[in-house]
């Protein structure tokens, strides 16, 4: 654990830069990470973040495929916003944990 | 009369029927099992089939011998659940009520959720392990087979035994060795997952086997589709890996008939209690097994360990008790690594596969992520304690929760 600070504000976050409380997630805290990270946030990430909010708060598990099927974008254009790892990225830009595969 | 309806009489419909017909009075109970098929698949074995080491005689043996007397068994494809009514239509036309519903139907492959998966290489040059059709096409291929690009991916998550695509690249690495064409195989391991496997301590063992072997780990690659002409996998951000032979873990998805009766999630697993091991919308439906979305292994030796949490939540609500046990996610596997060798990993919920000694700590004697012979012993054994102990509900010298004792913490 460690404090960071964010768009002005000191957030706690994990070693790997996820923030460690959703509820200290706000746009501007989004696009600094999403600068970091080499992305220039558009309203169609914004969509996808707020998408991933609400299902993490509705306790649901979330993977690739289920953004893919939310109507929001394709597997393939969610690649396009986040490039490299779509869900990894984009929970740390929505300021949820990052997503853990059960295997 | 009270009824309790299984529905699905595999590994672990058929552990259930078994513990349940032995403690509930037969004047009062009638217990019904359901199932489309008669044949049980032992399917750890499927793993070995591609390499000869078993056959299909190996892996088959008809259901009926592994029903308790006065079980209920119907033969007959299941229509739709109608939990509000708490009902189930069979295929046919005739209806089952019930006082409580065990859902035990499974997950199942289906390559044609990856476009060009299921295409004319098919059972040619692409095969999955997972069906003991699959397993005998890959052994007559391998048979002929002179070497090439060996690609074993996995194509989503979650799927039936995490280990097994592990195992198979671990086996097919002996059986060229052995061929004296290793020299000429390329084999290759496409995740969708970060590393070999998703918990670190697991994972770092298991990588360093996998590069001491020369086994290529491309983690990270989520497949969208199969060029049959290029005889490529192409991920979603556009990365082909080009093979000459594809071992495939398909789509796992529950069975069609959770998405008829309106119970499954966007994978067809029914949303259940992690601990509990209910339904979260109806309290008299249990889940046990790969049918359910608990997060763990979708794993025998999971459904194994569940099926006593279950049975004694059963028998709690049955006797109007709350449902207090809780099942912690445990999970215990064989990993065959080749050479006669394997190693075992031992976790839950909460805690990831540790070095150690299992079952008894100190002792033994299998050694957990060890690769040693007795390991492999374990998991030759097994086989013979399948059918005869666990599908028939008896104990096991090993306990459903997971225990630390035997266990290291590695900081």
């Not at chain 1, 916003?81 to 929505?94: D, M, N, T």
């Not at chain 2, 070095?355 to 299998?366: K, Q, R, V």
């Amino acid at each position: 654990m460690a404090e960071k600070v964010i768009a002005g504000k000191s957030i706690e976050v994990t070693d790997e830069g996820y923030l460690v409380n959703m509820e200290d997630w706000s746009r501007e805290i989004a696009a600094e990470l999403a600068s970091e990270a080499g992305i220039e946030l558009t309203g169609k990430h914004l969509e996808v973040l707020e998408y991933l909010r609400e299902k993490q708060s509705a306790g649901e598990t979330l993977t690739i495929r289920k953004v893919g099927k939310s109507g929001i974008v394709d597997i393939k254009g969610l690649y396009k916003l986040f490039p490299g790892g779509p869900l990894k990225i984009s929970s740390k830009l929505a300021g949820i944990p990052k997503p853990t595969s059960c295997v | 009369m009270k009824r309790i309806l299984i529905l699905g009489a595999g590994t672990a419909g058929t552990m259930m029927a078994n513990k349940l017909r032995k403690a509930l009075d037969k004047e009062e109970w009638e217990i019904t099992i359901v199932d489309q098929f008669k044949t049980h698949y032992y399917q750890p074995g499927f793993l070995f089939i591609p390499f000869g080491i078993y056959n299909r005689e190996d892996v088959v043996k008809p259901k009926a011998d592994f029903f308790p007397a006065g079980v209920r068994v119907i033969y007959s494809e299941i229509g739709r659940i109608e939990a509000e009514a708490n009902k189930v239509h069979l295929a046919g036309g005739k209806v089952l009520h019930y006082d409580y519903l065990i859902i035990a139907t499974g997950t199942k492959t289906f390559p044609e959720e990856t476009p060009g998966l299921y295409g004319k290489l098919w059972y040619k040059e692409i095969f999955d392990f997972y069906t003991v059709e699959g397993a005998i096409a890959l052994q007559k291929f391998f048979k002929g087979w002179e070497g090439g690009k060996l690609v074993m991916a996995i194509t989503e998550l979650p799927y039936k035994c995490p280990v097994a695509p592990i195992e198979f690249v671990f086996l097919a690495d002996a059986f060229f060795t052995e061929k004296g064409i290793r020299d000429k195989v390329d084999i290759t391991y496409v995740t969708p997952m970060p590393g070999a496997f998703t918990k670190p301590t697991a994972s770092k063992m298991l990588s360093e086997l996998l590069l001491e072997k020369n086994i290529k780990v491309v983690p990270d690659f989520y497949i969208e589709r199969v060029d049959n002409e290029k005889k490529t996998i192409v991920s979603y951000d556009d990365v082909e890996i080009p093979f000459d032979a594809l071992a495939v873990v398909p789509v796992n998805m529950g069975d069609k008939m959770i998405e008829r009766s309106g119970l499954g999630d966007d994978m067809n697993f029914v949303p259940t209690n992690k601990e509990t091991l209910q339904s979260i919308q109806h309290e008299n439906i249990f889940i046990l097994g790969d049918a359910s979305n608990i997060p763990t292994s979708k794993a025998g030796s999971v459904a194994h360990f569940a099926s006593e949490i279950l049975f004694e939540n059963l028998m709690n609500a049955i006797e109007g008790r709350p449902v207090l046990a809780k099942f912690d996610g445990h999970a215990n596997c064989y990993i065959e690594t080749g050479f006669g060798k394997g190693a075992l990993i031992d976790f839950n919920y909460e805690t990831e596969p540790l070095p150690g000694t299992f079952p008894l700590p100190g002792i033994g004697p299998f050694g957990l992520l060890k690769n040693t012979k007795i390991n492999h012993y374990g998991k030759v054994m097994f086989r013979w304690i399948y059918w005869h102990i666990l599908l028939k509900g008896k104990e096991l010298p090993v306990e459903s929760q997971m225990t630390m004792a035997g266990k290291k913490t590695i900081n």
